[in-house]
């Protein structure tokens, strides 16, 4: 019995070990007239790291201006669908929105895995994406894609430039979780850095596991190495659990450098103790304060009860870029075809929006990171708080052009 | 080196928790029980719930959720105990599986999936061994696994219940007929597993990274560490824990081993079986 159950454990273990994560239904879009215009998205909507809010704020805003009378009396049929965070999932999808549903565009989508799977294809079928938040390095260097947001690789220069040239904090050191093949780009955002600031990396860490439970001996290195600032690119739990960590060993003076993927009010709620404080770029004009920049996307938000994160900043950006464009093209008296809502976003002039610090371009280049600006926050001991960084915090930080 | 391997045990003395509360359930009930983890999971996001939104204090939301942790690993026993009481160890343990993913994902249906603001009941360094912190959570946990892993084999060696729960191990059908009470025992054992595991994981939990799915998938290091001790040895799966917690802290300070760090357990694993059938004969092993 011994040896029997003792096999059993190694299988079961060995097949736990590819296990987790749920699933639920994908959500349709709404329904038009004769001939609606289909707007599809693909979204990481279930699973262990999951983005609903960007697809459901773009809905928000389709459904609004469907309400408002469409574009005179034409609907827009949204179809978001989910990706499961599986790739078979996600190439499905597009395939069915775009090959079978004839999207005329893709808008809104945050997939931590859809860019880089689906790119090629949408070069083939020449249709566009906007992406409400574009996640994986394929939604940066595609002729077919220009995200919303500013994304994790510009993030991290934003955060690096904030720790050096507004905070003035030296032994600046990176601790990267890489996933798949992210470490060449996050490689070139540090080597931006270094080209603007003169400044290398005292230490960098490319090893740093996800999902881990425990980062002590990760930081136990990086503190003998004498580090003073961590630069870090985690997901909430990660960082959480990392912080934490830092707090058990008694390192109570390092200042972290995070990026928007931490921004989070149920962070600040689990953060307590943030060494000398958690500084982040946010890509978006803060969600967390209350003012005119962020009003009119508060109040759709609020009104179909969707989350206030940047992720449904990123959608209803995206949304509101994509009827801009709509309208434009219907003043100009073309039809509202996949091939000339491409040529319109290739011909896109800056859209301004108070809730970012680039305006947003689509263009005909072959790779799309355009948006270099964030607003720096600050997440301080105790407070569990997210506010407006004391220093630098009341204007964008832009990456200079090099 | 060595630094590396002292960060390693507080992640050591959890898993060392959770495998004796394995090596209890496999040599007591006939099961590994996958949902180990998972019960205590769901146990300490309930207590966080009552905390965060219906403002409990947190002494009094942990003990309800320690129960809750308990209640479900009793419902499960329960269950195994009525419909499977005759089935194989490794049907029992397969049925295990299922509500591990049951409640991973209904703590995400009700809880969302991020993870949650737990707040720290234990916390600080409590002393410092060639130039790294330990963790009063690391001396909680180490200290827990030992007392835990005594206590047992003092239940099993010295009372009457020890005796009875090894008969109904040893031998179901005659323990049962001489009038020992099956059920009730067996589902005891689950009771008192859900609530140690519970009760560890409330205790971590503030301390590492605390969604559901990294919570629940402990099992995987734990069931590495009870395999050490064959699922026999408390004394063993309590060294095996901590020697896999310092193992794991080890090979995060070496650069060069990077690649194998997130497969400890999963090597660990291998290599026992390897060692277990170092002695048999192809026809026998295959």
């Not at chain 2, 939104?53 to 690993?73: D, H, K, M, N, R």
């Amino acid at each position: 019995m011994n040896k029997r159950l003792v096999s059993v454990v190694a299988v079961a273990a060995a097949g736990i070990l590819l296990l987790s994560g749920c699933s639920q239904g994908s959500s349709g879009g709404g329904s038009g007239d004769k001939s609606p215009i289909v707007v599809g998205s693909v979204n990481t909507d279930s699973g262990a790291a999951t983005f609903p809010e960007a697809s459901q704020a773009a809905k928000a805003v389709f459904d609004q201006f469907n309400a408002q009378g469409g574009l005179d009396g034409q609907k827009i049929k949204y179809i978001a669908q989910d990706d499961k965070g599986d790739p078979a999932t996600a190439t499905a999808d597009a395939r069915q929105i775009v090959g079978q549903d004839n999207a005329v565009a893709m808008v809104g989508s945050a997939s931590l895995i859809e860019c880089e799977l689906n790119a090629k294809y949408y070069e083939q079928q020449g249709i566009l994406s906007i992406p409400g938040i574009g996640v994986d390095r394929g939604c940066f260097d595609s002729p077919n894609i220009s995200p919303a947001n500013v994304g994790p690789f510009n993030d991290a220069t934003l955060t690096l430039l904030y720790g050096t040239n507004v905070l003035h904090v030296d032994h600046v050191c990176a601790l990267l979780e890489i996933a798949g093949n992210t470490k060449p780009a996050y490689q070139a955002a540090i080597e931006k850095w270094e080209k603007v600031t003169g400044q290398k990396l005292f230490y960098a860490d490319y090893t740093v596991p996800y999902g881990a439970n425990d980062y002590t001996p990760y930081l136990v290195k990086a503190k003998q190495a004498g580090c003073k600032a961590i630069m870090n690119n985690p997901v909430e739990p990660d960082s959480i659990a990392m912080l934490k960590n830092a707090q058990a060993m008694g390192w109570n003076d390092v200042t972290w450098l995070l990026l928007t993927s931490v921004y989070s009010t149920n962070y600040a709620n689990s953060v307590s103790d943030a060494g000398k404080g958690v500084y982040v770029p946010a890509e978006f004009y803060p969600f967390t304060e209350v003012n005119s920049q962020t009003k009119a996307w508060r109040d759709l938000m609020d009104k179909n009860n969707i989350k206030l994160t940047a992720f449904s900043q990123g959608g209803y950006l995206a949304a509101t870029h994509f009827i801009q464009v709509l309208k434009q093209m219907k003043k100009d008296g073309k039809e509202i075809t996949r091939q000339n809502v491409t040529d319109a976003l290739h011909n896109l002039k800056p859209i301004k929006d108070p809730m970012i610090g680039t305006p947003y371009t689509f263009g005909t280049a072959k790779v799309h990171d355009n948006n270099i600006c964030g607003w720096p926050i600050q997440l301080m001991t105790g407070t569990n708080k997210w506010a407006v960084a004391d220093k630098g915090g009341d204007n964008w930080l832009c990456i200079p052009k090099s | 080196m060595l630094q590396g391997a002292i960060a390693g045990l507080a992640s050591g003395g959890l898993y060392a928790v959770l495998a004796v509360c394995l090596t209890l359930m496999a040599r007591l009930v006939r099961v590994v029980n996958f949902a180990q983890a998972a019960t205590g999971m769901f146990g300490a996001f309930c207590a966080v719930w009552l905390v965060s939104t219906l403002g409990w204090s947190i002494p009094l939301a942990s003990i309800v959720g320690i129960l809750v942790g308990g209640a479900l690993s009793a419902l499960l026993g329960w269950i195994i105990a009525t419909w499977l009481s005759e089935a194989s160890t490794s049907t029992r343990s397969a049925v295990t599986v299922g509500p591990l993913l049951l409640l991973i994902s209904l703590s995400f249906i009700m809880f969302g999936n991020k993870p949650q603001p737990f707040e720290p009941i234990i916390q600080g360094p409590a002393f410092q061994v060639v130039g790294v912190a330990v963790s009063w959570l690391t001396v909680t946990t180490v200290v827990m696994a030992v007392v835990i892993a005594v206590a047992a084999a003092l239940v099993l060696d010295r009372t009457s219940v020890g005796t009875k729960l090894r008969a109904l191990s040893e031998r179901p059908i005659t323990a049962e007929l001489i009038g020992i009470p099956s059920r009730p025992l067996s589902v005891a054992v689950w009771a008192v597993t859900g609530v140690i595991s519970a009760l560890v994981i409330i205790i971590v939990a503030p301390s590492q990274a605390n969604d559901a799915t990294s919570l629940s998938m402990l099992i995987v290091p734990a069931a590495a560490a009870a395999l050490v001790g064959g699922f026999r040895r408390l004394d063993l799966s309590v060294v095996g824990g901590l020697l896999l917690g310092a193992l794991t802290g080890l090979v995060a300070q070496i650069d060069a081993l990077s690649a194998v760090r997130n497969f400890v357990p999963f090597l660990v694993i291998v290599g026992f079986l390897l060692w277990m059938q170092r002695k048999e004969v192809w026809d026998a092993a295959r």
